[in-house]
Nanobody, 123 residues
């Protein structure tokens, strides 16, 4: 079992930055692949970024590549999403997720989810 709590969301102007954190509890965190997803009103939840258990391999959605960076600190049981050059279209609820099996783009491959944190980017 892994419990996840996101923080760090808020309101920011276009071009600004935010860093999201996801604190995990549970003994298996260091073996989990982690993902960040987001969901805008009226849209499906979509993949943003993922990272393997060691932090050595990452992947990003094309829409955020070069602007967002995912990282993790297994000693602190925390995964981060640094978001730079934010755009209004990045406005969404951001969720972190954990998978004990695979690193994946797909929502269904993640067994554990946080409650989400709102990110709003004003133009």
């Amino acid at each position: 079992q892994v419990q996840l709590v996101e923080s760090g969301g808020g309101l920011v102007q276009s071009g600004g930055s935010l860093r999201l954190s996801c604190a995990a509890s549970g003994r298996t965190f260091s073996r989990c692949s982690m993902g960040w997803f987001r969901q805008a009103p009226g849209k499906e939840r979509e993949f943003v970024a993922d990272i393997d258990w060691s932090g050595g391999s990452t992947d990003y959605a094309d829409s955020v590549k070069g602007r967002f960076t995912i990282s993790r600190d297994n000693a602190k049981n925390t995964v981060y999403l640094q978001m730079n050059s934010l755009k209004p279209e990045d406005t969404a609820v951001y969720y972190c997720a954990a998978s004990e099996l695979v690193r994946s783009y797909y929502v269904g491959d993640y067994a554990y989810w946080g409650q989400g944190t709102q990110v709003t980017v004003s133009s």
